[in-house]
């Protein structure tokens, strides 16, 4: 049997139109399981009290359902393994681990500013680099940020901020040139706000939402989307909505 050209036209559109979409389909399939792999994008904050104070709930908000931001932060927790609360050694660390994060932002050393709490800062390096690197080595792929903590306006207790100043913050930017990591300087952020310090050391609710603004705008573009600059391996499964 022949069929005259208009006839075989049309099954060969026909055709084609079956094939596109089958291939449209499959596409949408796809492109559905990769919006639900990059969604939400796991965000570690990591610290001290100041961290366990409140800020990254105020950076849940900022960032909004794209994200899910969890709370790690030890009161009293240092970076140095020898103190009387070093971070390694809590439970939360193990949990943040567990979180499989996306980006972790570690802000640590207002406590390894207090002699009373930890005792010399001479492993301060060697020890926040294996903090560091046991979030490297979950995948590679985490976008890792390390804070250099507010100011200790506080002159009545243990907390030194000289100490803080010309021991601490000096090692956590060698700390970031040696390992090629960003830091947030939240201690210039906050260097003019001692009111919103309640006690000299921690950030009241003004404090946190200043502490989570910096935050925020260090790990996102402009249009909300994480910043994986500084990731080892780019890590682009993020699609803008």
């Known amino acids: 049997m022949h069929l005259d050209k208009d006839t075989r036209r049309k ?24 919006v639900a792999k990059a969604q939400p994008i796991r965000v570690a904050c990591v610290g001290d009290s100041i961290t366990f104070g409140g800020y990254p709930n105020v950076l849940q908000e900022m ?21 009387k ?6 439970p939360e660390f193990k949990k943040a681990l567990e979180f499989d994060p996306d980006i ?28 560091i690197s046991a979030f490297q080595a979950l995948s590679g792929k985490e976008a890792i940020w390390i804070v250099k903590s507010p100011p200790i306006f506080a002159t ?17 930017n060698n700390l970031s040139y040696s390992l090629n990591l960003p830091v947030i ?41 994480p910043d994986y600059t500084y990731t080892e391996s780019a890590y682009y499964d993020y699609q803008s909505p």
């Open 63 to 83: 960032l909004g359902y794209g994200y899910q931001v969890r709370n790690f932060g030890v009161c009293g927790a240092t970076v140095s393994n020898t103190s």
């Open 11 to 34: 099954k060969t559109l026909h055709a084609f139109g079956l094939i596109a979409l089958i291939v449209l389909s499959s596409l949408a399939v796809l492109n559905f399981g990769y």
């Open 185 to 225: 300087d939240i201690n210039s952020a906050c260097a003019e706000y001692e009111e919103y310090f309640c006690d000299g050391v921690h950030p009241s609710s003004e404090g946190a939402a200043l502490i989570a603004s910096n935050v925020y705008d260090a790990i996102t573009f402009p249009d909300g989307s």
């Open 85 to 90: 609360i070093p971070y390694m050694d809590q």
């Open 156 to 172: 009545d207790s243990a907390y030194n901020n000289t100490y803080l100043s010309e021991s601490v913050l000096p090692k956590i």
């Open 104 to 131: 972790i932002v570690i802000m640590l050393g207002t406590n390894d500013a207090n002699p009373e709490i930890a005792y010399s800062t001479e492993s301060f390096e060697a020890d926040y680099a294996q903090l």
